[in-house]
């Protein structure tokens, strides 16, 4: 175990050896995941919501560089590197995990009609979701939840998670693992790494990214309009 004080400097913004920290939350059962909070240093805070993205419309977009302030792409750089990556497929069962191609994902905003039970599709090994908003209202919306069924936002199999500053989340995609969150609407800034099994998936999904990207931009009214109307329990079949 390592109780490592966060530094501030933004070349060492995160260390593997903090996932070990007693308050993370580790689980093989549903399925492999870990809840770490207290990966960011606080201080650090201002500077990484200068420097992150501001997108036209809601929901996750792909990597760009010429979008970010240089604090927010020295932290996707660690955040997917080789030795992060390790320490959390150590943390997963997998060995090596840095060896499957990374993409890298980041949302501002959301819509209500994100955060629908899934499991994420079967080219993905690894999730990883790590959040920085300073402060989250008192509200279970936009709170991630792992769960035991498809059908069920309220079958918790660990306590919801708040989308903190710093709090990383990262789990093993399997046949049974559910996740999603109750309707929220507003910004909710995560940066997610997906480790995929080749580098034919990644190239798909970042060409899907930027044609979705268009879609969003053009059609966010309506996203927004529908995804009013969405079901508490509402799922969908990656």
């Not at 010429?66 to 390790?86: R, T, W, Y």
Request: aromatic share 8%; hydrophobic share 40%; with cysteine.
């Amino acid at each position: 175990m390592s109780d490592t004080a966060p530094t501030a400097s933004s070349d060492g913004l995160l260390d593997p050896r903090r996932l070990d920290a007693p308050h993370s939350v580790r689980r093989s059962e549903p399925f492999a995941f870990i809840i770490a909070p207290g990966q960011l240093p606080p201080q650090a805070a201002a500077e990484l919501a200068r420097d992150f993205p501001r997108y036209p419309s809601a929901g996750f977009f792909p990597h760009d560089p010429a979008e970010c302030g240089p604090s927010i792409n020295d932290l996707v750089a660690q955040l997917s590197g080789p030795a992060f990556a390790n320490a959390i497929g150590e943390q997963l069962g997998i060995v090596e995990l840095a060896r499957y191609p990374a993409l890298v994902t980041l949302c501002r905003s959301l819509n209500a009609r994100h955060g629908t039970i899934h499991t994420d599709s079967v080219s993905k090994v690894v999730t990883a979701l790590l959040y920085l908003n300073e402060s989250w209202p008192d509200t279970d919306a936009g709170c991630l939840r792992f769960l035991h069924r498809i059908d069920d936002i309220d079958a918790l199999v660990v306590p919801q998670v708040r989308p903190l500053f710093g709090t990383l989340v990262a789990f093993r995609r399997a046949d049974n693992s559910f996740h999603g969150h109750l309707p929220w609407q507003g910004e909710r800034r995560v940066i997610q790494v997906a480790w995929l099994l080749d580098e034919r998936e990644k190239s798909r999904k970042r060409r899907r990214g930027r044609l979705t990207r268009w879609f969003k931009r053009v059609l966010g009214g309506l996203d927004r309009r529908f995804g009013a109307r969405r079901d508490r329990n509402a799922a969908h079949r990656d």
